[in-house]
């Protein structure tokens, strides 16, 4: 696919205002390193192991907020969960990605006595495998997220971007290169939908029961090749940017 195209769509995307700016020049800067890392990415938890170089977890990471901030543009009308999905997977393509089938599939919540990051635990394994799960930083990270500060700075990036006038939106990814083309970078990509027709403001620590809410969740796995993310770097950077310090912060365990 032609690079202009895909540059010409970035540029044309509508995206809230953006936040105030710092007056300060010296502005943290977010950055990554070579070695497995997990950091928020808006609403989306992001999982790179250690084959993804830096440049390029920067890179992916600018795409999953890029096409975050487009679709909470495009649907800032709209209370349909689905539309907001729709609308991000949309500009993903946009801008390169192959994305495969997202098609939510409704699930019943039963009662999560131990909040929603317990209830999509069993989710996030099967997607995995047992052996991924078990290096997970993720996985490990929601196992002891009740012993965690409610206030640390990713929790409160990842509850702030999550919220949804009909409940909540939020995706977990994890970032790898493709051991068969080592050229490509692919995302196994688990996207969840709570419908609990009001706004959720801790999601990760919601608990339900079976009368509140609906559980909507899609699978799917999204690829790009490198060239393709050095050839928008400029683009996707220069579009994100003034968001960064709002939606980037880095998960400690």
């Given at each position: 696919?032609?690079?202009?195209?895909a540059?010409?769509?970035?540029?044309?995307?509508?995206?809230p205002?953006?936040?105030?700016?710092?007056?300060s020049?010296?502005?943290?800067?977010?950055?990554?390193?070579?070695d497995q890392?997990?950091v928020v990415?808006?609403a989306q938890?992001?999982?790179?192991?250690?084959?993804?170089?830096?440049?390029?977890?920067?890179?992916?990471?600018?795409?999953?907020?890029?096409?975050?901030l487009?679709?909470?543009?495009?649907?800032?009308a709209?209370?349909?969960?689905?539309a907001?999905?729709?609308?991000?997977?949309?500009?993903?393509?946009?801008?390169?990605?192959?994305?495969?089938?997202?098609?939510?599939?409704?699930?019943?919540?039963?009662?999560?006595?131990?909040g929603?990051?317990?209830?999509?635990?069993?989710?996030?394994?099967?997607m995995?495998?047992?052996?991924?799960?078990?290096?997970?930083?993720?996985?490990?990270?929601?196992?002891?997220l009740?012993?965690?500060d409610?206030e640390?700075?990713?929790?409160?990036?990842?509850?702030?971007?999550?919220?949804?006038?009909?409940?909540?939106?939020?995706?977990?990814g994890?970032?790898d290169?493709?051991?068969?083309?080592p050229?490509?970078?692919h995302?196994k990509?688990?996207?969840?939908?709570?419908?609990?027709?009001?706004?959720?403001?801790?999601?990760?620590?919601?608990?339900?029961?079976?009368?509140?809410?609906?559980?909507?969740?899609?699978?799917?796995q999204?690829?790009i090749?490198?060239?393709?993310?050095?050839g928008?770097?400029?683009?996707?950077?220069?579009k994100?940017?003034?968001?960064l310090?709002?939606?980037?912060?880095k998960?400690?365990?």
């Open positions: 696919m032609p690079i202009q195209p540059l010409q769509f970035v540029q044309g995307l509508d995206l205002a953006p936040p105030p700016q710092l007056e020049a010296e502005a943290a800067e977010f950055s990554f390193g070579p890392q997990a990415v808006g938890v992001a999982e790179f192991s250690p084959q993804v170089t830096p440049e390029h977890k920067a890179l992916v990471s600018d795409c999953l907020l890029l096409a975050q487009a679709a909470n543009k495009a649907t800032a709209s209370p349909d969960l689905m907001w999905y729709r609308s991000y997977v949309q500009v993903l393509q946009g801008i390169g990605w192959n994305v495969q089938s997202m098609d939510m599939e409704e699930k019943q919540v039963s009662d999560m006595d131990g929603v990051h317990q209830a999509i635990l069993p989710v996030l394994t099967a995995l495998g047992p052996a991924a799960a078990g290096i997970s930083m993720v996985v490990s990270v929601l196992r002891g009740q012993e965690m409610k640390s700075p990713w929790i409160t990036v990842f509850n702030r971007a999550s919220e949804h006038a009909s409940g909540a939106k939020l995706q977990f994890f970032v290169v493709n051991p068969d083309d050229s490509a970078i995302v990509l688990l996207a969840l939908a709570l419908d609990a027709k009001r706004t959720i403001t801790q999601v990760l620590f919601f608990k339900v029961s079976k009368h509140d809410a609906t559980l909507k969740r899609a699978e799917g999204l690829a090749t490198a060239a393709r993310l050095d928008i770097r400029d683009a996707v950077a220069g994100v940017q003034p968001f310090l709002d939606n980037i912060s998960i400690e365990i």
